[in-house]
């Protein structure tokens, strides 16, 4: 998606650990008719999909899957938790997520009541790097008996493994940046 | 707002310790077509305002924020980050949240880069009650300088003192239900 990868040339910045600071507007500042564009293009990858939920993870991907919605019917979309929260409880479908870069494990959650086997589920998250989060939720998505059409993503870091992972299993991913790789200041996309 | 408090009856829950719980359409699962007529009823209060930025708490006001910014012009959205994060650096608007409900302190931060002196901004979230968040983010408001409109706020506990320590401030904060009471699970609205 040619204008995403103006505006990460034009505003991203690399930092040490392969960190790419994006906070100008995808996940602290927010640029919303960037994120309609984002979930048109999204649209049109999984065009022909009915999509009936859409799953999320907080905090940086909710504003994409929101907006995102708007493009697939005005679809529910569920974000899972990654604390213990007073606004869930009865059954929930857990997974175990490890977050290398930051040295945490966190158990995100969704309750039962919101995803199903008759759901067919599309995934959206900002960023997949290690696949960590992304395959946490894609264990949810298995525990509840969903059929999950794939995943949209924003960017994705081609050199680390997360997207190998997810393919080598058979799921669709949809990236709309694949970086190669990082040349000092400068992202080199794939 | 008659539509969101039929939800709140329909839908609402009500826990031990006055917490009402919405994970079906608001803060967990969450209602696309609902959030836009809760945009267009905060942009019909704060009609002939233009507001610049819209200033909201992660995770559950990020996906009203989003929503509610079309309503506005597609102006940009922020969200306030709870935790340390790699995303952020340089200089930041602190403040500290105590959540007495929880027990924990939180400082939460917004980079100076995207707010300041030249801002009209709305701050939006999902639940007013004892205000804590809500003074954190007025707090982050009042250091950047920026010009705040006012709070617009889903559902506000009108027994808690939250919306009465604001609007001493001087503050304005328009809630689209507000909540006198519970009676046993029933919800009775101001």
New interface residues.
């Given amino acids: 998606m040619e204008l995403l990868k103006e505006r990460i040339r034009l505003e991203g910045r690399v930092?040490a650990?392969n960190?790419l600071?994006?906070?100008?507007f995808l996940?602290?500042?927010?640029?919303?008719?960037l994120?309609h564009e984002i979930g048109k293009e999204f649209r049109r990858l999984f065009a022909g999909e009915t999509i009936t939920k859409i799953l999320t993870l907080?905090?940086?991907g909710?504003?994409l899957?929101?907006?995102a919605?708007?493009h697939f019917g005005?679809?529910?979309?569920?974000?899972a938790?990654k604390t213990q929260s007073?606004?869930?409880?009865g059954d929930l479908y857990l997974a175990r997520v490890t977050s290398y870069?930051?040295g945490t494990v966190t158990d995100i959650q969704?309750?039962k009541?919101?995803l199903g086997p008759a759901d067919n589920l599309l995934i959206i998250d900002d960023f997949l790097a290690t696949g960590a989060a992304l395959l946490g939720l894609v264990e949810i998505a298995r525990q509840s008996g969903a059929r999950l059409v794939g995943c949209g993503i924003v960017i994705e870091k081609g050199f680390q493994q997360g997207g190998a992972l997810l393919r080598d299993k058979g799921i669709r991913v949809e990236s709309l940046a694949v970086i190669q790789a990082f040349d000092g200041d400068r992202v080199i996309f794939a």
């Fill in positions: 930092k650990g960190i600071k994006v906070d100008s996940n602290h500042q927010m640029d919303i008719a994120f907080e905090a940086s909710i504003g899957a929101v907006v919605a708007q005005n679809c529910p979309v569920i974000f938790k007073k606004n869930l409880d870069t930051r969704v309750s009541k919101y």
